[in-house]
């Protein structure tokens, strides 16, 4: 893959804030809300979270034992890189155009992600976006820069 297109290995969800997600195969997306049920959805720029598999499995090299979900992400990706992306990009996921409106972010406190895993990638490589328009996302679904 080219790094501008790729393909969802995952989606999770959440009720909490703060802790790893479990695993869904198929996810409704809401127009300026997020990830229908999710705990991050809300009208706010952090609508959904997405992490690459290949940042997962750095973790997993350093011997941590993590998955897809663990790090509290909506979305993991595969062949694409994310953390090269500027504020604004555009991502067609399955049905749904999603925009990009953060990399990274500030930590206030450790949470169960961290105490679980013993570190979090998120604030380091994970982004964030919020949804232009809704959609279904499966699994498998595919993940390209607009």
Same mark, same amino acid.
């Given at each position: 893959?080219? +790094?501008?297109? #790729? @393909? *969802?290995?995952?989606?999770?969800?959440?009720?909490?804030? !703060?802790?790893? @997600?479990?695993? *869904?195969?198929?996810?409704?997306? @809401? %127009?300026?809300? !997020?990830?229908?049920?999710?705990?991050?959805?809300?009208?706010?720029?952090?609508?959904?979270?997405?992490?690459?598999?290949?940042?997962?499995?750095?973790?997993?090299?350093? +011997?941590?034992?993590?998955?897809? +979900?663990?790090?509290?992400?909506?979305?993991?990706?595969? #062949?694409?890189?994310?953390?090269?992306?500027?504020?604004?990009?555009?991502?067609?996921?399955? %049905?749904?155009?999603? %925009?990009?409106?953060?990399? #990274?972010?500030?930590?206030?406190?450790?949470?169960?992600?961290?105490?679980?895993?013993?570190?979090?990638?998120?604030?380091?490589? #994970?982004?964030?976006?919020?949804? *232009?328009?809704?959609?279904?996302?499966?699994?498998?679904?595919?993940?390209?820069?607009?």
């Amino acid at each position: 893959m080219d +790094g501008k297109q #790729g @393909k *969802i290995v995952a989606i999770s969800i959440s009720e909490k804030k !703060g802790v790893p @997600k479990k695993n *869904i195969e198929k996810g409704l997306f @809401k %127009e300026n809300h !997020g990830l229908v049920d999710d705990a991050h959805a809300g009208d706010w720029h952090r609508q959904v979270s997405l992490l690459a598999v290949e940042s997962i499995n750095k973790m997993l090299e350093k +011997g941590l034992k993590v998955s897809p +979900g663990d790090f509290a992400e909506n979305l993991t990706t595969e #062949g694409i890189d994310l953390t090269s992306l500027p504020l604004g990009a555009r991502l067609k996921v399955g %049905e749904t155009e999603l %925009e990009v409106t953060q990399i #990274g972010k500030k930590c206030h406190s450790k949470c169960a992600v961290y105490y679980r895993t013993g570190d979090c990638i998120m604030p380091r490589e #994970g982004i964030f976006a919020k949804v *232009i328009s809704g959609g279904l996302v499966k699994v498998g679904d595919s993940i390209s820069i607009i």
